[in-house]
């Protein structure tokens, strides 16, 4: 269920973190999609998955659901075609867990947030 103000709580998200740099297990595709959950949901689901610290950490949390598609279809229930989400949904673009803005999905770059057309969406997920 999502929160009645969740447009304003996950605007304020993303731009909370449009210039923070990449970092493994704080400021990756992953840990940004569950903090735009959070702020969309009120629940944080990273903390039933643990943590990690490098790319072989989150290499083996990986792992251990499949990939990312599955990491986030534990998450969040099946996923959906990527031309049915909307505002706040999650998707996979260019290999990345990416959230949908309207028109843009954005996800972590190497210097920080990335915003790129919602048609480089492969797969979808409803939040909320």
Known sequence: MRLDNWPQLLTQYIESKRNTPFAWGT???C???AGAIA???G???SVAFGSYEDEAGAQALLDGFGG???LITAALGGPMAAAQMGRGDVCIADGCACVCTGQNVVGY???GL???P???ASLAWRVG
């Open 27 to 29: 400021a990756d595709c």
């Open 31 to 33: 840990q940004f999609i």
């Open 39 to 41: 702020a969309t949901t």
């Open 43 to 45: 629940e944080d689901p």
């Open 68 to 70: 990312l598609e599955g």
């Open 109 to 111: 770059g190497a210097a």
């Open 114 to 116: 990335v915003f790129v």
């Open 118 to 120: 919602r048609s480089r």
